[in-house]
């Protein structure tokens, strides 16, 4: 059973153009969450989605940061128009049931760097 | 406010010392407890978590931590560290109320002296 798959593992962009990070959860599970790690910080919460629905963004930039479940394929994080300070290590995790006691599994994470 | 305190940025221990990470929290609600490793380069894994019951709870990798809601406390300990276990441990908090939303707090590097 594969775990959580996060790709790219390193993604490089310049000022103004747009990343794109892409987040495949266990096989079974339906719950999705980003996290963003700045440098010598813990995680920070970002989003968390169920198929088809943005539960909680209540960590989300209010704008270029947006963030999707479809029905089919991978969670996306997008971040457009990014800027120096969006370079971070970008986690994504994923449960099986909501809730804290739904323990949650993480992918590698992928690190953005913005030239 | 909610927050998680690692007090030590970085821990330098001897392999085959004992080990001890120290996580406080500030929470309102009763808190459910976590500590992840962080492998260089890699994502996090869950090395043990408490809800409830027994204070002291065992986790993987020979690891253990103590809940003291007295001393808002979840410290944790390992009777003898491997060369393996040099990675970053994080705590985490979260509740019933919080759902799914973890605070974690920023780490400590845990670096093993052959």
């Known amino acids: 059973n594969a775990g959580v798959m996060q790709n790219p593992r390193h993604l490089v962009r310049r000022r103004g153009q747009e990343a794109r990070l892409r987040c495949s959860p266990m096989?079974?599970?339906?719950?999705v969450y980003w996290y963003r790690q700045l440098p010598e910080e813990g995680l920070k919460f970002m989003v968390y989605?169920?198929?088809?629905?943005?539960?909680?963004e209540s960590g989300m930039p209010k704008e270029r940061f947006s963030a999707e479940f479809p029905k089919e394929g991978p969670s996306i994080l997008r971040i457009q128009q990014v800027v120096r300070g969006d370079s971070a290590a970008y986690f994504c995790?994923?449960?099986?049931?909501?809730?804290?006691?739904?323990?949650?599994?993480f992918g590698p994470g992928t690190r953005l760097t913005v030239l | 406010a909610q927050s998680v305190t690692q007090p030590d940025i970085h821990i330098t221990v001897s392999e085959g010392a004992s080990l001890e990470l120290r996580c406080n929290y500030s929470?309102?609600?009763?808190?459910?407890l976590f500590w992840y490793v962080q492998s260089p380069g890699q994502g996090l894994q869950l090395l043990l978590k408490?809800?409830?019951?027994d204070t002291l709870v065992q986790g993987i990798k020979g690891f253990e931590a103590e809940f003291k809601r007295s001393q808002s406390s979840f410290n944790l300990r390992k009777p003898s560290v491997h060369w393996s276990d040099a990675a970053e441990y994080f705590c985490?908090?979260?509740?019933?109320?919080?759902?799914?939303?973890?605070?974690w707090g920023a780490g400590t590097k845990l670096i093993i002296k052959p």
């Open positions: 995790a994923s449960s099986g049931t909501s809730g804290v006691g739904g323990t949650q599994y």
């Open positions: 096989k079974g599970h339906s719950h």
């Open positions: 989605l169920q198929k088809e629905n943005i539960i909680d």
């Open positions: 929470y309102g609600a009763t808190p459910y």
């Open positions: 408490y809800f409830s019951g």
């Open positions: 985490a908090v979260g509740s019933m109320d919080s759902n799914y939303q973890l605070i």
